[in-house]
């Protein structure tokens, strides 16, 4: 397992922009697929984007999907969350995943992943 540390962010206007990181901890970094989950209050926790151990294949909510870009740096093991054109059904606490790569995965489904960090507040006022 690799531990994993998420910081960036804080609060932002509707429209705006926000950036969020995941440090992991670990020399094996790179052979990690990276996810973005989220938790607004009262729901249960929702995909937000998954990147692969390469950083070659991306998946999106659709709900996400053109406002927001997942991305890593395998040499600072980290990986990012660029948050575009943020809405107010955005806030929600945000949650970095790491599973080992294989050949069988399913970036959406939380149980695939075996590492989370603690969680970084996003709130979108209007």
């Known amino acids: 397992q690799v531990q994993l540390v998420e910081s960036g962010g804080g609060s932002v206007q509707a429209g705006g922009s926000m950036r969020v990181s995941c440090a992991a901890s670990g020399r094996t970094f790179s052979r990690y697929a990276m996810a973005w989950f989220r938790q607004a209050p009262g729901k249960e926790r929702e995909f937000v984007a998954a990147?692969?151990?390469?950083?070659?294949?991306?998946y999106y909510a659709d709900s996400v999907k053109g406002r927001f870009t997942i991305s890593r740096d395998n040499a600072e093991n980290t990986v990012y969350l660029q948050m575009n054109s943020l809405k107010s059904e955005d806030t929600a606490v945000y949650y970095c995943a790491a599973r080992p790569q294989s050949s069988t995965w399913y970036p959406g489904h939380s149980s695939e992943y075996n590492s989370w960090g603690q969680g970084t507040q996003v709130t979108v006022s209007s």
């Open positions: 990147i692969s151990w390469s950083g070659g294949r991306t």
